[in-house]
């Protein structure tokens, strides 16, 4: 199983801190002598950094790589694995505070760019086979709990309802797996909710969707529910916390996700299974 995506990010924050003290160490310089070298008032910003405890800012790996006489080339290595690192988490605020149309806009990119798309869900139902109903119904939500002032969810749910426009366009693949559960939580009003069940129907015969549904009776010694989290390709990774979200696009990390991923494929069932559990949650709303 993968690891929390909290500890993901942090693991990735200490291991550039930890390759920025050995750089300081192989300098022969002391934290208190970087910092005076770096114009930082005493030593606790270099240990906070190195501890993993302070983000590390890209002038921050500059100023440390030019005080410690780092290379040029590996300079813009550390660079890029910070840029790496800086962008790992996003917290819903920020993700939301121009609005949530913009929010929409800023992740569509990746939708449009992959080509296989893997998405699981134990809470919710995806949001690319979501309908307008259900959709207005969890953005309505998530302006309320997140403060959010810019009214414009009739505009987030206009931009997310077109991205849907990749599951009939070009060649890609989409694989979608929900726990059973997800198709009988009353997360919208009765009739929303049957309209969203009656939905997944509709996608499921679409030719580039696959769609699997983990029965609440499945074997789940291997395949244990998790956090939601979509695949694009095998570049990268996003996870849905409860207050933000986090990208992950190192191999390894991504390499665990496909492989959790795959775990719950063996644990669903598709086609005609998968319609009847549907069936019964819709039966189940009369």
Known sequence: MPSSSSSSAQRARQALADQLREIRQSAGLTAKELARRAGWHGNSKVSKIEHGTRPV?????RTWCRVCGVSERRTEELLA??????????????????GLRQAQQSVRPIYEQATLIRSYQSRTFPGLIQTAAFLTTTLEQVRLRQG????????????????QRILREGQRRFVFILEEAVLRYRLTGPAAHAEQL????????????SLGIVPLDADR???RPTEGFVIFDDEQVSVELVSGYLKLTQPKEVEAYVR?????????VFGRRARALIADALAALA
């Open 57 to 61: 800012s890209a002038e921050d790996v």
């Open 81 to 98: 694995e910070q840029r790496s690192v800086a962008g790992m988490w996003t917290s819903y605020q920020r993700l939301n505070r121009a």
């Open 148 to 163: 959010v002032h810019i009214d414009d969810v009739a505009a987030a749910v206009a931009e997310r309802v077109d991205r």
């Open 198 to 209: 009656g939905h997944l129907l509709e996608v499921m015969e679409l030719p580039a969707v």
């Open 221 to 223: 010694i291997q395949a």
């Open 260 to 268: 959790q991923f795959s775990t719950s494929v063996k644990a669903a």
